[in-house]
């Protein structure tokens, strides 16, 4: 069994940070990509960054702000997000592609989401 847990999300004003992280815990041969996604109320579930085979690919509306890092060792995924706008108030989730065996597929996994809201 695979779980992502995230963490770090909360209330920030116009123009502050945050961190994110993600720790993806069970049986874990290997990870392949991690990323983050955001769902506001009434909109879609999108991307916003994700690492996948050595790069590291943003959505338009959050490249310069955010960043993501991972620590291959712990299996954690880090979303650093600077100069947060109202319009990243959403659920922020973690995806990940995780190996449990050498000799099973990689397979997607979704964290529950924690809550980010920017407002003054």
């Known amino acids: 069994q695979v779980q992502l847990v995230e963490s770090g999300g909360g209330l920030v004003q116009p123009g502050g940070s945050l961190r994110l992280s993600c720790v993806a815990s069970?049986?874990?041969?290997?990870?392949?990509?991690m990323g983050w996604y955001r769902q506001a109320p009434g909109k879609q579930r999108e991307l916003v960054g994700i690492?996948?085979?050595?790069?590291?690919n943003y959505a338009d509306s959050v490249k310069g702000r955010f960043t993501i890092s991972r620590d291959a060792a712990k299996n954690t995924v880090y979303l650093q997000m600077d100069g947060l706008k109202p319009e990243d108030t959403a659920v922020y989730y973690c995806?990940?592609?995780?190996?449990?065996?050498?000799?099973?597929?990689?397979?997607?996994?979704w964290g529950q989401g924690t809550q980010v809201t920017v407002s003054s």
């Open positions: 995806n990940a592609e995780v190996r449990a065996h050498w000799y099973t597929p990689y397979n997607a996994y």
């Open positions: 690492s996948r085979g050595g790069d590291t």
């Open positions: 069970g049986t874990i041969f290997s990870t392949n990509a």
